[in-house]
């Protein structure tokens, strides 16, 4: 007698709704942060902390390309891993060339992070302290990645542009 397993899957679509900003980096009170400037001690301070963040590239005033990326630690470390890249740092290598490339043709790159909204998903409510843990860090900037790649605009993360 042969004996027939049934698995049952049922999937529920969920909404999330995440409300968000951009916020740009200072490198002073209120003077934007350009890549490649130094880091300052007022970013020392204020941007000591888990972040997602985005380089954003502009030319002639539209925005053309970014990079999305999260850290545990925005300023000094992950800002100073693109400013002078270790030789085993293949990321901070390859945005810092193409930051000086896109630089050299005349375009801007600024620094901004992400400022979050508490939201629930799945019945856990997420708060921006919650930006302490990698993996809600990776989940945020996926979904980022995700919204961003059907606006037009060039996504320079290696892992989305490579599909």
């Known amino acids: 007698m042969k004996l027939f397993y049934r698995l049952k899957i049922q999937i529920v679509l969920m909404n999330i709704s995440i409300d968000f900003k951009w916020e740009p980096v200072f490198i002073r009170e209120s003077e934007h942060y350009y890549f490649p400037n130094e880091i300052s001690d007022f970013m020392r301070r204020k941007y000591k902390a888990p972040a997602i963040y985005r380089w954003v590239v502009e030319k002639d005033g539209k925005i053309v390309s970014m990079y999305v990326g999260e850290a545990d630690e925005l300023c000094p470390r992950r800002i100073y891993g693109y400013l002078n890249p270790g030789p085993s740092q293949m990321t901070n290598i390859r945005i810092n060339d193409l930051f000086h490339q896109l630089i050299s043709q005349g375009n801007k790159i600024w620094l901004e992070h992400l400022v979050l909204s508490s939201f629930i ?43």
């Open 121 to 163: 998903f799945d019945g856990k409510t997420i708060t921006p302290s919650d930006l302490g843990k990698k993996t809600v860090r990776m989940f945020l900037e996926n979904l980022i990645l995700i919204h961003y790649e059907s606006s037009g605009i060039t996504i320079l993360n290696q892992a989305v542009k490579s599909k």
